[in-house]
Nanobody, 124 residues
Framework: QVQLVESGGGLVQAGDSLRLSCAAS????????MGWFRQAPGKEREVVAA????????YYATSVKGRFTASRDNAKNTVYLQMSSLKPEDTAVYYC?????????????????WGQGTQVTVSS
């Protein structure tokens, strides 16, 4: 069982940066691939970034590549999403999720544990 708690969301202006954190419970955090998803009003939840259990391998959606960076500190049971050059279209509720696979995966069905979400609003 893994419990996830996101933090770091807020209201920022276009071009600003923001760092999201996701703290996980449990002693085997490094065994879980982690993902960051977002859901804007009226839209499907989409994967933004994913990171392997070791943190060596990452994936980024095309829309955020070069602007967002996922990282993790397994000693602190925490995964991060550093977001820069934010755009109004990045406005969404952001969720972190833990996968049963230690490898990077973008498949929502492989993520069995989800946080409660944190709102990110980017004004123009």
């Amino acid at each position: 069982q893994v419990q996830l708690v996101e933090s770091g969301g807020g209201l920022v202006q276009a071009g600003d940066s923001l760092r999201l954190s996701c703290a996980a419970s449990g002693r085997t955090f490094s065994r879980y691939g982690m993902g960051w998803f977002r859901q804007a009003p009226g839209k499907e939840r989409e994967v933004v970034a994913a990171i392997s259990g070791s943190g060596v391998t990452t994936y980024y959606a095309t829309s955020v590549k070069g602007r967002f960076t996922a990282s993790r500190d397994n000693a602190k049971n925490t995964v991060y999403l550093q977001m820069s050059s934010l755009k109004p279209e990045d406005t969404a509720v952001y969720y972190c999720a833990a996968s049963s696979s230690v490898a990077v995966t973008t498949l929502r069905g492989q993520y069995g544990y989800w946080g409660q979400g944190t709102q990110v609003t980017v004004s123009s």
